[in-house]
């Protein structure tokens, strides 16, 4: 089995986190997760209100049965602090605060006894993290779906696994039991995943954005922030959302002052959301929807990362530390 300071202290049988996925992972999704030995987080999105966590804690809990994750963000929180004391009430084992400074929120969650977590995006935002207190700094790279920097997972791997002493989380571009070997070789506590969950039954995901999903391939991805600036959605201009590439971010990126002054491509944005026209709506997702070929049961795609990558840790190291050759697949043959 695999042991890392994520399973230890959050008490999960393999070293996953179900990424807190605004408008996707809600109570079903996260319970799914936790069931499969992960720990299935809840995704408060940056227009979602407080009433969302009361709503959605129990069933990802199962009434109190199991733990679970909340996912803010700080520049939201900053507007609307009452989220906090409905996470805290929610009583979850984990709170992430990205996308801006955790520091004002770390100590009040720490007091009520709830590990805190920062998805980063630099070396300046992992120092940041670190010296506010968090358990665990997340390095997200730019593959990960969903709002994000610019620098990619494994270069920023590396580099906050230099920077700083708490444990660190790989986010980004994770979907297989190779990733999760391959970030955990580094030296992560654990990998953070949202996108290879995306097609799930128990995601919220809408059947015609599922089959974007599924259809969908790693270069079919763009960093954009013109579905923020088509809605009026303040997030910061660091960071952009990957989304599906569609003929919105077609005609649109890249031409966001005009967007934003452009009320008739904000309407036919929310009506293309309202009739589920995901060739003009959003969809977020990471360079790894690629790797999602089927609408897995969530339990099963952590069962199938936490066990595959323990087997495959098993035999690589194996097969590097002797010295033996292998063929592709990671079956040791003699050399001739
Ligand atoms: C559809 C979608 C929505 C997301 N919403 C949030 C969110 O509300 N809060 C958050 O902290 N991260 C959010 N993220 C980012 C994830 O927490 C995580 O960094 C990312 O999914 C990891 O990379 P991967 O998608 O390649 O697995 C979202 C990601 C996706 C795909």
Not at 28 to 54: K, Q
Not at 198 to 211: M, N
């Amino acid at each position: 089995m695999l042991h890392t300071e994520l399973t230890g202290r959050l008490g999960v049988v393999f070293p996953i986190i179900g990424a807190p996925m605004g408008g996707v992972a809600h109570g079903r999704l996260a319970r799914a997760v936790t069931e499969g030995g992960g720990l299935g987080m809840i995704g408060v999105g940056s227009t979602d209100a407080a009433e969302l966590i009361e709503r959605e804690a129990p069933v990802a809990s199962d009434s109190g049965r199991l733990p679970f994750g909340i996912g803010l963000m700080a520049w939201a929180l900053d507007r609307n602090p009452g989220l906090l004391d409905k996470a805290i009430d929610a009583r979850p084992a984990l709170v992430s605060v990205s996308f801006g400074s955790p520091a004002p929120y770390v100590d009040a969650l720490h007091e009520a006894g709830i590990a805190v977590a920062s998805q980063v995006q630099d070396v300046a935002g992992a120092r940041a993290a670190a010296e506010a207190g968090v358990d665990f700094v997340v390095a997200q790279g730019t593959d990960a779906g969903g709002h994000t920097g610019t620098v990619g997972t494994l270069p920023l791997l590396q580099l906050v696994l230099d920077t700083v002493d708490v444990p660190v989380i790989a986010a980004g571009g994770i979907a297989t039991a190779r990733g999760l070997a391959a970030v955990l070789a580094a030296g992560a506590a654990g990998a953070w995943v949202g996108t290879c969950l995306l097609a799930s039954p128990e995601a919220t995901t809408k059947p015609e954005a599922r089959a974007k999903v599924l259809a969908a391939r790693e270069t079919d991805t763009v960093l954009t922030r013109v579905f923020d600036v088509a809605q009026g959605i303040p997030w910061p201009e660091r960071f952009a959302g990957r989304a599906l590439r569609n003929r919105f971010t077609d005609r649109w990126h890249g031409r966001e002052a005009e967007l934003a002054t452009d009320a008739a491509a904000g309407s036919e944005l929310d009506g293309a959301r309202r009739t589920a026209d995901y060739d003009m709506a959003y969809v977020y997702a990471g360079q790894a929807v690629g790797l999602v070929r089927a609408s897995r049961p969530a339990a099963e795609v952590v069962r199938d990362l936490g066990e595959g990558a323990a087997s495959l840790l098993g035999e690589q190291l194996d097969r590097l530390l002797d010295g033996e050759t292998n063929d592709r697949s990671g079956s040791p043959h003699p050399s001739s």
